[in-house]
């Protein structure tokens, strides 16, 4: 009981922190600019820095950590596998602009920006830690399969994205850190640290000015209900049905059910405006799918 409402609570906290975001663009606080700002922000300092400082926790590298740490990158890329040939089937009825839309938020969901934080006080650093290295092939289908959706995409652009994203270069930072006798300086630390606590407001907040465009009748169309019933209920429970029988760390198998529950990540709507593919419509999921796992996600983690 204690862990559910644990969860609640930051779901609250969290939906406090969407609205006033929402509130914060339409009063034109937060402008289109700012928006992308506070995106880059969160994406080149605040997330790396969240990641690096959950590797300075003092957890010791033991052979069960480094059994997870593999564990995670093995059910992540079989999750992504799933996800890209699932969608194949799931929206196949749909037309070629939707089709893209939905299967890329099948894809690439938020768990940089909600996952990380949501880890970090369920479970602490070891949380984040096993987060992290989850999200490493997430990362490279995004840039891969995810990216073929929208367009041709070159196999040695799509590595190199991989290679110098600031969150996969902050893993192995962190891990470096970790496992070296090197010691950063305090007031090094304490900039982290600080930086590090910034990762909740600032991508709600974030999250929430992308929501204020968004149309609030669109929430009840059938391809969006159909597509966060697919995303935040169906494959989490899938998930969680196929490794609860495995010899699985628990907190692994928890991170791993979380992760797979969680909305479409807001790069669905930013590739779908860039390639002219749907934007609307993509908009309308991560708007959906943000606003539904408000109440699916303290619901999963009852039954964990």
């Known amino acids: 009981m204690d862990f559910f409402g644990r969860m609640l609570s930051l779901q609250a906290q969290m939906f406090v922190l969407i609205l006033l975001g929402m509130l914060l663009a339409r009063l034109s606080v937060i402008t289109v600019a700012g928006r992308k700002c506070l995106s880059s922000l969160l994406i080149d300092l605040i997330l790396p820095c969240n990641i690096v400082n959950s590797f300075l926790g003092g957890?010791?590298?033991?052979?069960?950590?480094?059994?997870?740490?593999?564990?995670?990158?093995?059910?992540?890329?079989?999750?992504?596998?799933?996800?890209?040939?699932?969608?194949?089937?799931?929206?196949?009825?749909?037309?070629?602009?939707?089709?893209?839309?939905?299967?890329?938020?099948?894809?690439?969901?938020?768990?940089?920006?909600?996952?990380?934080?949501?880890?970090?006080?369920?479970?602490?650093?070891?949380?984040?830690?096993?987060?992290?290295?989850?999200?490493?092939?997430?990362?490279?289908?995004?840039?891969?399969?995810?990216?073929?959706?929208?367009?041709?995409?070159?196999?040695?652009?799509?590595?190199?994205?991989?290679?110098?994203?600031?969150?996969?270069?902050?893993?192995?930072?962190?891990?470096?850190?970790?496992?070296?006798?090197?010691?950063?300086?305090?007031?090094?630390?304490?900039?982290?640290?600080?930086?590090?606590?910034?990762?909740?407001?600032?991508?709600?907040?974030?999250?929430g000015s992308v929501l204020a465009d968004a149309p609030i009748k669109a929430l009840f169309s059938r391809p969006v209900l159909y597509f966060c019933l697919l995303r935040l209920i169906v494959f989490p429970l899938a998930v969680y049905a196929a490794l609860y029988w495995l010899p699985l760390d628990r907190l692994l198998v928890s991170v791993s059910v979380l992760m797979t529950a969680m909305p479409a990540g807001s790069v669905t709507s930013i590739l779908a405006e860039e390639y002219d593919c749907g934007d609307v419509f993509a908009s309308e999921l991560v708007f959906a799918s943000t606003l539904f796992s408000v109440m699916t996600l303290p619901l999963l983690c009852a039954i964990l």
């Not at 690439?108 to 990380?116: R, V």
């Not at 984040?128 to 959706?149: D, E, K, N, Y």
């Open 59 to 207: 957890a010791a590298v033991t052979a069960a950590f480094a059994r997870n740490c593999l564990w995670a990158v093995a059910i992540s890329a079989a999750i992504q596998m799933t996800a890209i040939l699932g969608s194949r089937v799931l929206f196949r009825r749909f037309d070629r602009e939707r089709r893209s839309v939905l299967s890329y938020g099948m894809i690439c969901s938020s768990s940089s920006f909600i996952g990380l934080p949501v880890a970090e006080v369920l479970y602490g650093s070891m949380g984040v830690m096993v987060t992290s290295i989850f999200q490493i092939p997430i990362r490279f289908t995004m840039w891969t399969a995810g990216l073929s959706l929208f367009t041709d995409v070159e196999r040695k652009d799509a590595l190199k994205k991989l290679a110098t994203h600031p969150c996969i270069v902050s893993i192995f930072l962190g891990l470096a850190l970790m496992v070296l006798p090197v010691k950063l300086p305090g007031f090094a630390l304490d900039t982290v640290g600080a930086l590090s606590r910034c990762c909740i407001p600032v991508s709600m907040l974030m999250i």
